[in-house]
């Protein structure tokens, strides 16, 4: 029992990064029709802007953790928005091109990365209470993986409350399901592309710096380990919804988890979900049918 | 004479590199309906998508003088510009009201009108915009675009596919819309037309092959089967 719980808590504490990866992922593929592969250097360098600010001013602190939290958002934010204003901006409709811009880019600043804080993974440190556990009907639990899933909950719900009661959330809301005719009232749907890299990057960045928590270093490489998964959950949950990936968020991790235990071959499984959602349903779980 | 509000010069579009509007050359004048005719797939509705900047395009369109076929549409709408689209397009997943709310670019929209043309959609505020019938979506659309002061509104073909109670209200509240700014109306309904336009652009694989005095097209029932190949009550009698 204390495994499955074990299991079942670590799963959703992954889901949980993957959520946060997720998130940005679908809301920029269904606002603009950008499969953005650079999303996961928005991550890394979230992570290492949170890791410079705990190795700085001292990693043990609550406080510099939350600052850490905040500059890897905003630092996410800002790398996600120059990355639309100077790169994907020109590409719109051009989607070959979007694709190998944003690949080159992640490609770039992996390079830049390893230039910048050397190829090898960084050990980090925390708030003594990250680095314990907390026993949940029986089973250890690192308590990392709540802090991953009370900041997962907390984006969603924060995302969920700017889409339904703003009005650049009903422009991104309109923009999804008919972009010509929100430019056709007279929008300039432009605003609303850079804001949605803006949040999808600062929840990249934000899941950074938990992901260098949840893993235990952080590296160069962080980002692409993760994104190939939330790109994976981006398409079960269904491209454009926001509740869709939080639902194939949690299925995928906990799914790999047990099958990581059990049998070894997590992500294989993870592949034949995906494979098995595209035969079954191929606009994923909560998307729109074309 | 007093100049068009609107007046467009060679306009030709392209989509996915197919030419879909050839040589289009007309003036909308400043008060009344103008309307666009011709038989489907001709190019009236590309070339009110074109106009609007939602399809490349070449050619000049001045708006009261000033060019705006360099402008993004966005850019078109907000100098004054209203677009009703074929099909309606309204927002499935968001509710009558967020539909008008997102509409709403003037500092003091016209709810009141609105409300006044359309009272079924104040009682359905709160719907789904996809859960509505054809007739009350199309009240959306229309709603959306007088919701604003326009200097000149785009409809195309408000009527399709509506039952003809329905069709008769879209009439009415497209009169009501042409007494405070002029129309250019895509429309195969000849009732319609007879009833609200004053001038009529008939266009030809993608070319105006007419212009002139509604009236007057629609008092020679052999021209009107030449130019858009249909029988008018006359001339099957």
Do not use: C
């Amino acid at each position: 029992m204390s495994t499955i719980v074990l299991l079942l808590i670590t799963g959703l504490g992954l889901g949980a990064l993957y959520f946060l990866v997720a998130s940005g992922l679908s809301l920029i593929y269904g606002l603009m029709g950008v499969l953005n592969f650079a999303h996961g250097s928005f991550l890394t360098l979230g992570a290492f802007a949170g890791w410079e600010v705990a190795r700085r001013l001292g990693a043990d602190s609550w406080g510099v953790f939350g600052l850490a939290l905040v500059v890897g958002a905003a630092v996410g934010a800002a790398f996600a928005a120059l990355t639309e204003l100077l790169l994907v901006r020109r590409l719109y409709e051009r989607h070959i091109e979007q694709v190998l811009v944003t690949v080159g880019l992640a490609l770039a600043t992996v390079a830049l990365f390893e230039g910048t804080w050397g190829s090898d993974p960084e050990f980090i440190e925390g708030p003594a209470w990250l680095r314990g556990t907390t026993d949940v009907a029986g089973a250890p639990v690192p308590n990392d993986r709540f802090l991953a899933i009370g900041a997962a909950v907390l984006v969603l719900i924060g995302i969920v409350l700017f889409l339904r009661y703003t009005r650049f959330g009903l422009i991104i809301r309109a923009g999804v399901e008919n972009r010509a005719m929100v430019t056709a009232l007279g929008i300039d749907v432009r605003k609303a592309f850079t804001l949605v890299f803006a949040v999808g990057g600062a929840a990249a960045g934000l899941g950074g710096v938990l992901a260098s928590q949840y893993f235990g270093y952080v590296s160069p490489h962080l980002g692409a380990q993760l994104l190939i998964f939330a790109f994976i959950v981006t398409v079960i949950g269904g491209l454009g919804s926001l509740t869709g990936a939080a639902v194939a968020a949690v299925l995928v991790a906990v799914l790999q988890q047990f099958a990581n235990y059990y049998w070894g071959y997590g992500d294989l499984v993870v592949v034949l979900l995906l494979a098995l959602v595209l035969l079954v349903r191929p606009s994923g779980l909560l998307g729109r049918r074309a | 004479m007093t100049e068009p509000i609107l007046r467009v010069t060679n306009l030709r579009a392209t989509v996915a590199g197919q030419q879909v509007v050839e040589d289009v050359t007309f003036d909308v004048p400043a008060t009344g309906v103008t309307a666009v005719l011709g038989r489907n797939g001709v190019g009236k509705t590309s070339t009110l998508k074109a106009l609007l900047g939602l399809y490349a395009r070449t050619g000049e369109v001045t708006l009261a003088g000033e060019r705006i076929d360099r402008l993004s549409t966005d850019r078109i709408v907000r100098r004054g510009v209203g677009y009703v689209p074929e099909d309606r397009e309204v927002f499935a997943g968001l509710t009558v009201a967020e539909n008008l709310r997102l509409a709403e670019r003037d500092a003091a929209p016209r709810r009141e009108l609105v409300a006044d043309l359309f009272p079924d959609l104040v009682r359905r505020s709160a719907q789904r915009a996809g859960t509505l019938s054809g007739g009350q979506q199309q009240m959306v659309s229309l709603a959306r675009a007088l919701l604003n002061d326009n200097r000149l509104l785009l409809v195309d073909e408000p009527t399709k596919g509506l039952a003809p109670k329905i069709v008769g209200q879209v009439a009415t509240a497209l009169a009501e819309a042409a007494a405070t700014a002029p129309v250019l109306l895509v429309e195969q309904n000849l009732e319609v037309i007879e009833r609200l336009a004053t001038t009529v652009v008939v266009i030809d694989a993608g070319r105006v092959v007419h212009t002139g005095d509604a009236a007057e097209l629609l008092d020679d029932p052999d021209r009107i089967q030449r130019l858009l190949g249909v029988h008018t009550s006359e001339n099957a009698a």
